[in-house]
């Protein structure tokens, strides 16, 4: 018995010691880490062999085992503790004895905190009732899980984002407009000098219109619509003097541009906030990527029998996609400076390739708008040819939003990268096709506007062609906002339910083959992240266009869940970040950063125009802000130049620096922590494994003793036996 107490009882001579626990993986590693970091003359406390176990609730103190006093837990409500129905009954019974032993003061406080509680549950309750497209959502969700659910989700907040932008509009610019009439105001409206360049020609028509020509109108935003609160050139106001103050139109409509970007950004950001802590923990370790998918990959919202089918296989696939990673990996580590120097050379070909194709798709863009334009001002002929000119760079840039996709889904396959980077570096390809072309159009549209016949325009623009440019940005906005919309619709209606017809009543091969719609959550995606890019540049030039993105994207959502229910099925291939929002606000970031390039352009450079819209007094629109900051007090006057000064500028700069930094440094302290939660709990495992061991050693060293204790009492007729001797209690263990 003497080697079985030894390997759990220690020596009580002396300090308190125990063999077994120093053994323990994570007691050595201490002790190197500990002669590493110290030097050799520094003395150890004196419980040197005590440990100090994160998640254990002991501490060794010499001899005695004393326990951590426990901090006092917060009563939760029953209802949200992990017990079963008997133990909640059991807990409420003695919560309500205890109740009685209180004070009548404590009870009433008591009974009020859970009214109190009870009530702001049910106005959470009632408030997520009122929702938007609640229950729509959560039947998505049940029939094809969260993947899906998360695109009608980014939806809805398009939906919501466009809205507020709208309100703000309408709030700040419209809406003194139309009330200054009835409310005492006087309306000063921006009146025509004279000149040349304040000459602004009515384009409405007159006399008997063709029916048809009301539709062109309608869909181009030209002849009745140009006249409306629709579009730019209609706010020729300076401003509205009230009784008690003068409301200033030009400032209120550069602020509220700028307030709707920066309000857009503020919300995106703090959507993606949560979405990229979850990527980055994710991403972080492959391990813990692995153990998620396994134990914890299986989404519980799913009720359809066809939509679990399909989430095991997204799982499958997902698993052998990361192993085809790792696969990947051990190749490119393995590979040979031949095979990199072939790889690399065939990439840069490719890519070359790609941008070729790119560039032949921006000139294609540019010659359509150049070609528009010059169709525009020559007189209509025919209904459908005017109209096809009309669109020619919308019809342009989706033609090529369709192909290059495609090109880019072939050529991705010859330049050998992990599955995952290749859908995000094709999906990257896209964004940069589709948000581009939005930026050639506004440089084709500028560079006619800023060119005269002569050397120098009189006006700063184009005057005799475009006498009221911002107008004519806006119909091209609204013109692509319009087509857009089209081609959704239509390609539900005569593409997918088409094809949905085939695959389901034919029984060709060539139709089992071409199979059922994918839904690619993606491609739809790129495609509202296009229309939003739209409204935002269009917003200074066509005022209501948050309005119209509103029910455009109102009306997509059923398109969308009528052609996911009845027409197409999911991806079997599931995009990784569908999972959450993160990679559509991060690409929806992009296109408000594109967004802002041309808007900024536009007010800051751009001569506006004299001849309409609310800023006839001014060189540049940003003009009408310096102006408003001159007619304030001398004291705010200086304040405003102090914060806009360089001095200012250089020491925020280098405070945002230094709060940066210290932010980085914190994010580094905080990763180096995790690392070593990590490391004690690998350690942890190590010392169970370790001790499960000893375990198994000593019960096969006792059952040895044990057998031999049989045999010498069969073989000597000595009665005596043979007793095991208990270790005195106070001996000091480690479970």
Not at 295 to 307: Q, R
Not at 310 to 316: M, P, V
Not at 462 to 479: D, I, R, S
Request: hydrophobic residues 40%; contains cysteine.
């Amino acid at each position: 018995m003497d080697s079985v107490d030894s390997v759990f009882y220690s020596d009580h001579s002396g300090p308190s010691s125990n063999p077994l626990l120093d053994q323990l993986p994570s007691y050595q590693s201490l002790l190197y880490r500990r002669k590493s970091s110290t030097s050799g003359g520094t003395k150890r406390r004196g419980s040197s062999r005590g440990r100090l176990g994160s998640s254990s609730s002991w501490r060794w103190k010499g001899d005695k085992v004393e326990e951590r006093p426990k901090a006092p837990s917060l009563q939760r409500p029953i209802r949200e503790l992990p017990k079963t129905m008997e133990e909640k009954r059991r807990d409420r019974e003695q919560r309500m004895e205890q109740d009685k032993d209180l004070s009548s003061w404590k009870q009433w406080r008591q009974n009020t905190r859970r009214t109190l509680k009870r009530l702001k549950e049910d106005s959470v309750e009632m408030l997520r009732a009122l929702e938007l497209w609640r229950g729509d959502i959560h039947v998505i969700e049940g029939m094809f899980g969260t993947g899906i659910l998360s695109y009608f989700s980014f939806l809805r907040f398009l939906v919501l984002l466009n809205f507020v932008i709208f309100l703000l509009m309408f709030g700040f610019v419209m809406l003194p407009i139309i009330i200054a009439t009835h409310a005492s105001g006087n309306i000063t409206f921006n009146r025509s000098d004279g000149s040349e360049c304040s000459n602004y020609p009515s384009t409405s028509r007159r006399g008997l219109v063709v029916f048809h020509q009301y539709i062109t109108d309608l869909l181009s935003g030209t002849g009745f619509l140009e006249e409306t609160y629709l579009f730019y050139g209609y706010y020729k106001v300076e401003a509205i003097r009230f009784p008690r103050f003068t409301y200033s139109i030009p400032l209120a409509y550069v602020l509220v541009t700028v307030a709707y970007l920066l309000l857009s950004l503020i919300w995106i950001v703090k959507r993606s906030a949560a979405g990229f802590k979850r990527n980055l923990v994710q991403d972080e370790d492959r391990f813990q990527s692995f153990c998620n998918k396994i134990f914890a990959g299986w989404d519980f919202c799913i009720t359809n029998e066809n939509a679990a089918r399909l989430k095991r296989s997204s799982l499958l696939y997902e698993l052998k996609t990361d192993l085809e990673e790792e696969r990947i990996k051990q190749k490119i580590a393995g590979r040979t400076r031949r095979e990199k120097c072939r790889i690399y050379l065939l990439r840069l070909v490719l890519n070359v390739f790609v941008v070729a194709v790119l560039a032949t798709c921006f000139y294609c863009i540019y010659r359509a708008t150049i070609h528009s334009q010059q169709s525009q001002m020559q007189r209509p002929t025919n209904f459908i040819l005017d109209l096809i000119y009309e669109y020619l760079p919308s019809i342009v840039i989706t033609l090529a939003n369709f192909i290059t996709p495609l090109m880019f889904s072939l050529i991705i396959q010859f330049e050998d990268y992990s599955p995952a980077f290749e859908i995000r570096f094709t999906l990257l390809r896209c964004v940069f096709m589709r948000l581009a072309s939005i930026g050639v159009l506004l440089f084709s549209l500028w560079s006619q506007i800023t060119s005269c016949e002569g050397s120098k325009c009189q006006c700063g623009y184009n005057h005799t062609l475009y006498p009221c440019w911002e107008t004519h940005v806006g119909q091209e906005m609204y013109k692509l906002m319009i087509f857009d919309f089209i081609i959704i619709g239509a390609a539900t209606v005569l593409v997918e339910f088409p094809r949905k017809l085939i695959v389901t009543h034919c029984d060709c091969g060539l139709a089992k083959w071409w199979g059922q719609q994918e839904f690619a959550i993606p491609q739809n995606v790129l495609e509202i992240v296009y229309g939003q890019t739209i409204c935002w540049i269009g917003t200074f030039y066509c005022p209501l266009l948050p309005a119209i993105s509103t029910i455009k994207y109102f009306i997509v959502f059923y398109i969308k869940k009528m052609t996911l229910v009845n027409n197409c099925r999911p991806a079997t291939r599931p995009f990784r970040a569908s999972s959450s929002n993160f990679f559509f606000l991060a690409v929806l970031l992009i296109g408000l950063a594109l967004a802002c390039v041309p808007l900024a352009v536009s007010i800051a450079e751009i001569d506006c125009s004299q001849a309409c819209g609310p800023f006839v007094n001014y060189t540049k629109s940003w003009e009408v802000v310096p102006h408003t900051v001159s007619q304030l007090p001398n004291g705010l006057q200086g304040f405003l130049r102090a914060i806009s000064s360089e001095p200012f500028a250089v020491t925020f700069f280098v405070i945002t620096c230094l709060a940066m930094f210290y932010v980085i440094a914190l994010a580094g302290a905080h990763k180096r922590v995790v690392n070593q939660l990590r490391e004690q709990l690998a350690m942890e495992g190590r010392d169970k494994r370790f001790l499960i061991q000893k375990l198994c050693q000593a019960q096969r060293s006792l059952q040895v003793h044990s057998r031999s204790a049989r045999e010498s009492a069969q073989n000597y007729s000595d009665p005596g036996g043979v007793f095991l001797v208990r270790p005195p209690s106070d001996s000091a263990t480690h479970a």
